[in-house]
């Protein structure tokens, strides 16, 4: 059977694929996406979505233990983890569902099965009836990423969880270690320690959070401490003793190794991309440390063939697959586009408190060279914050004392992922220190905490 022609084919249905396919068919391009398992990819279905309605779960369970401070009487304050499941679950499917919608709508061919690159401009799919060949001029790979495991660390769904097996766990840990303090790790030991869970989180580097600057992880950390949770860092797990019930691990901090037994491990030590088995090395792809190599364009190096998000590389975060996507589509079509800039894409951390950031932070805005004004606002002097219940927290505003172009901002603390896209837009328009010192901001809102915090960088806070 002589393959189906496209003028575009899109491996993966993630945040990247199933966006620069849905781009791709408004711009007239003939389109398919192929799929092996869910639309929606990782992130509808098991990453980003679900992980914020079983945090949402959680943030109202903390907040209904203090009804007391809100005058409210709230008494046999329980959970269902059942329930919150459920209740995560419906939500992705909810969502993979609209995808599956929003694709038809927009007359996007969807091909479910195992895709390979069976030449240049031809693709071969592996699917329940049997192969499907598939040919197109133009290829982008989206084939994302799957949780990193160590040796010795492998993932079991009994005892050892992948962030997967934390989703949908097959019990509520009572004692629970986390290996890793990037997002991931940091969300699932934020839920279950909210839920009851005596948690520890080990972190390797000299810091939780370490991308984030090290004044907002510090500020972080001591929340988290707060909330009882036990935090090592320069710390590394050596080896996991399986048991009937438990785990013993061996951490090995300062140059000692301790055993510290636990009921549950999650690993969340990285991410791998997903490039095996799609016949790169025949086409001749470079593949550094299991991400597609490409350039500013998304290009791989081989005519007609593009990789986008978390398969291309840092950073993993569905935004920047998506606008990858659909610049990439763009440039297909003929458009002119912008490379995106990895350092105007933020970061958002959905723990309690949250934590967001965008640029550079304060130690390689110095490195990099830039003589810096560095300005902070704390949560405890915004009435909004206070009114909320919310008065922990900071936010951090890094410029560069000769040009006032807006070189980072760092927050931690409540809603800081919705007001971080303020800086994120001021960036994008190359916004100075003047025009965000003129900008009207509404009172009572959290955001005039944005305001301060430039104020505070040139000397000039009003309510601090």
């Given at each position: 059977?002589?393959?189906?022609?496209?003028?575009?084919?899109?491996?993966?249905?993630?945040?990247?694929?199933?966006?620069?396919?849905?781009?791709?068919?408004?711009?007239?391009?003939?389109?398919?996406?192929?799929?092996?398992?869910?639309?929606?990819?990782?992130?509808?279905?098991?990453?980003?979505?679900?992980?914020?309605?079983?945090?949402?779960?959680?943030?109202?369970?903390?907040?209904?233990?203090?009804?007391?401070?809100?005058?409210?009487?709230?008494?046999?304050?329980?959970?269902?983890?059942?329930?919150?499941?459920?209740?995560?679950?419906?939500?992705?499917?909810?969502?993979?569902?609209?995808?599956?919608?929003?694709?038809?709508?927009?007359?996007?061919?969807?091909?479910?099965?195992?895709?390979?690159?069976?030449?240049?401009?031809?693709?071969?799919?592996?699917?329940?009836?049997?192969?499907?060949?598939?040919?197109?001029?133009?290829?982008?790979?989206?084939?994302?990423?799957?949780?990193?495991?160590?040796?010795?660390?492998?993932?079991?769904?009994?005892?050892?969880?992948?962030?997967?097996?934390?989703?949908?766990?097959?019990?509520?840990?009572?004692k629970l270690l986390v290996i890793g303090s990037g997002a991931i790790g940091i969300e699932f030991a934020s839920f279950y320690n909210?839920?009851?869970?005596?948690?520890?989180?080990?972190?390797?580097?000299?810091?939780?959070?370490?991308?984030?600057?090290?004044?907002?992880?510090?500020?972080?950390?001591?929340?988290?401490?707060?909330?009882?949770?036990?935090?090592?860092?320069?710390?590394?797990?050596?080896?996991?003793?399986?048991?009937?019930?438990?785990?013993?691990?061996?951490?090995?901090?300062?140059?000692?190794?301790?055993?510290?037994?636990?009921?549950?491990?999650?690993?969340?030590?990285?991410?791998?991309?997903?490039?095996?088995?799609?016949?790169?090395?025949?086409?001749?792809?470079?593949?550094?440390?299991?991400?597609?190599?490409?350039?500013?364009?998304?290009?791989?190096?081989?005519?007609?063939?593009?990789?986008?998000?978390?398969?291309?590389?840092?950073?993993?975060?569905?935004?920047?697959?998506?606008?990858?996507?659909?610049?990439?589509?763009?440039?297909?079509?003929?458009?002119?586009?912008?490379?995106?800039?990895?350092?105007?894409?933020?970061?958002?951390?959905?723990?309690?408190?949250?934590?967001?950031?965008?640029?550079?932070?304060?130690?390689?805005?110095?490195?990099?060279?830039?003589?810096?004004?560095?300005?902070?606002?704390?949560?405890?002097?915004?009435?909004?914050?206070?009114?909320?219940?919310?008065?922990?927290?900071?936010?951090?505003?890094?410029?560069?004392?000769?040009?006032?172009?807006?070189?980072?901002?760092?927050?931690?603390?409540?809603?800081?992922?919705?007001?971080?896209?303020?800086?994120?837009?001021?960036?994008?328009?190359?916004?100075?220190?003047?025009?965000?010192?003129?900008?009207?901001?509404?009172?009572?809102?959290?955001?005039?905490?944005?305001?301060?915090?430039?104020?505070?960088?040139?000397?000039?806070?009003?309510?601090?």
């Amino acid at each position: 059977m002589a393959a189906r022609e496209f003028d575009l084919i899109v491996i993966g249905a993630g945040p990247g694929g199933y966006v620069a396919a849905i781009r791709a068919a408004q711009l007239g391009l003939k389109t398919c996406v192929v799929e092996r398992e869910h639309l929606g990819g990782i992130c509808l279905n098991w990453g980003c979505i679900p992980t914020k309605a079983l945090l949402r779960s959680s943030e109202v369970f903390h907040l209904m233990h203090r009804a007391k401070e809100f005058g409210l009487k709230a008494t046999g304050v329980d959970y269902d983890l059942d329930a919150v499941v459920d209740r995560s679950r419906g939500v992705a499917k909810q969502l993979a569902g609209g995808v599956g919608h929003l694709l038809k709508k927009n007359k996007v061919t969807v091909v479910m099965g195992a895709a390979t690159l069976a030449g240049k401009g031809k693709v071969g799919v592996k699917t329940d009836k049997g192969r499907e060949d598939l040919s197109a001029k133009h290829i982008i790979l989206a084939t994302g990423a799957r949780a990193r495991e160590l040796p010795g660390l492998e993932a079991d769904g009994e005892r050892v969880w992948t962030y997967k097996h934390a989703l949908k766990p097959p019990h509520m840990p009572k004692k629970l270690l986390v290996i890793g303090s990037g997002a991931i790790g940091i969300e699932f030991a934020s839920f279950y320690n909210t839920l009851g869970a005596q948690t520890t989180v080990v972190e390797v580097m000299d810091r939780i959070l370490p991308v984030e600057d090290a004044e907002i992880s510090a500020f972080a950390k001591k929340a988290f401490e707060k909330q009882k949770m036990t935090i090592m860092e320069k710390a590394m797990v050596k080896k996991l003793d399986r048991a009937k019930g438990k785990v013993t691990a061996h951490i090995e901090t300062g140059g000692k190794v301790e055993k510290h037994e636990f009921d549950t491990v999650i690993s969340a030590v990285g991410i791998v991309g997903n490039t095996e088995g799609l016949g790169l090395d025949d086409l001749g792809v470079k593949v550094d440390r299991s991400h597609v190599v490409t350039d500013a364009y998304c290009r791989t190096g081989v005519e007609g063939l593009y990789a986008i998000g978390d398969v291309a590389g840092a950073p993993w975060l569905a935004h920047k697959a998506s606008h990858e996507g659909v610049m990439v589509a763009e440039m297909i079509a003929g458009r002119d586009v912008h490379p995106v800039k990895p350092d105007s894409i933020a970061g958002c951390t959905y723990c309690q408190p949250q934590v967001a950031s965008v640029g550079l932070t304060e130690a390689q805005a110095k490195e990099a060279g830039h003589k810096v004004k560095v300005g902070r606002f704390p949560f405890i002097g915004n009435g909004k914050a206070i009114a909320l219940g919310e008065a922990e927290g900071m936010i951090k505003t890094v410029f560069d004392a000769k040009t006032g172009e807006l070189l980072g901002a760092h927050m931690v603390g409540a809603e800081v992922t919705e007001l971080i896209q303020g800086y994120i837009v001021g960036r994008q328009l190359e916004t100075t220190e003047e025009d965000l010192m003129h900008t009207v901001f509404p009172h009572p809102t959290l955001s005039e905490m944005m305001h301060e915090s430039v104020l505070d960088a040139y000397g000039r806070a009003i309510h601090f």
